[in-house]
């Protein structure tokens, strides 16, 4: 009898330990994004969008700042910065310069796949409700105002997916970030963008298939192929301008 109510103490204790931590987390969530907004207003974003963002209303943004102290929740946050508080924000820098960098460590790897996991949900929810299917840039943030857009659809969603698993397994396989290879962070982040929204690098023929373009003359071919080179331009895949870099269609310039 007694063993059986020092158990139930000792959960009870863990549950309570468990409830107190959420707590603290809450806090500091809700101060972090009392930061963020305070971050947003005065680097001039417009209230609307900003509350769009939070998932709040504008009016519940413009109560939260009013009277908040940027310079002191920064002090505050860089404080739980030093603890380790896992939610690193830099506002000078997109959200690719973060996602592509690299990551110190297995963790902060696992957080960004997270991330990746959430925007596969959101993209599942919108295909759900909404006939129209989203869009997903090829291009990292610091390509703007170059984009790549593709249809997000539902294989499109597995093959990430699909990805994501490939590389979380070998993530919790390895002990440090050097012992990676197939989820290691590449150096090109225009590469490393498309192959985290499983996009293959276009090849012609898959090009030319697609497109159902006709190749019967040779004119038809350098038209083709100006196309391919002109579309892996514009999705980052090479920084050659397609219409002079070289052409299997065109004799070569002495």
Known sequence: ?????????????????????????????????????VAARAAGLYVRATAEAAGLSPTRVHQLTRDADLDALDVVLGELRAAGWPTPEDPDGSGDEGELSGRASIAERLVDEVGWIWQCADWIDHLDRDSCPPAANLRPEGDFPDRANVVVDSARVSAILRRIALDVDELARAWNVDDLAGARVGDDPRAERRRRLAEPDLEYAEFTRRKNLPLQSTRQGEAAWDAYRSERHRRGETDEDPYTAYSPFRPRRA
């Not at 103490?9 to 963020?36: G, I, N, S, T």
């Open 1 to 37: 009898m007694k063993g059986g109510w020092l158990g139930k103490f000792r959960r009870e204790r863990r549950v309570l330990v468990r409830v107190r931590r959420a707590a603290w987390r809450l806090e500091q969530a809700e101060r972090e994004r009392l930061w963020a907004l």
